[in-house]
């Protein structure tokens, strides 16, 4: 985990906008399916879990959001992520940085931006011929 600074909230609003909703929606999606691949089907948070935390790093969510869009899309997933602007995996911290400053999710203090930062390279990772096996 890297050590945390205040996040540029201007910057990150400016980025966030080239962002359509429905990448907005894909990582909310994924994030709940990271959730639950790394605590379990009900998540240490909930009732059931006993009211732990079901926090994942940014490293965990971009894992997680790789394995979703190859669940969704297959080898298209590479140009769906390309059409709503996500180049790298830092888009993804982005989007999750924009939708913490809207109060729709939630980071730790150790959090930062920066863990979403060359996680994978999209372009190797998301790649039709390396994903075909997976879907």
């Known amino acids: 985990m890297s050590t945390a600074k205040s996040p540029d909230w201007a910057s990150i609003r400016e980025r966030a906008k080239r962002f359509p909703p429905a990448a907005f929606q894909f990582v909310r999606e994924g994030l709940h399916q990271a959730v639950r691949a790394v605590h379990g089907e ?13 926090h994942i790093t940014g490293q965990q969510l971009s894992m997680a959001l790789r ?4 669940e969704l899309y ?7 992520l390309r059409r709503w602007g996500v180049r790298r995996t830092e888009d993804f911290g982005v989007l999750v940085y924009a939708m913490i400053e809207r109060g729709e999710m939630r980071a730790s203090p150790q959090d930062s931006l ?3 930062r060359d ?5 190797e990772a998301l790649a039709p011929e390396a994903v075909r096996g997976e879907f």
């Open 42 to 54: 009900h998540g240490r948070g909930s009732a059931e879990g006993g009211g732990r935390s079901r």
């Open 67 to 70: 394995s979703y869009a190859i």
């Open 74 to 80: 297959g080898p298209l997933a590479l140009t769906v």
């Open 114 to 116: 920066e863990d979403f």
């Open 119 to 123: 996680v994978y390279d999209l372009d």
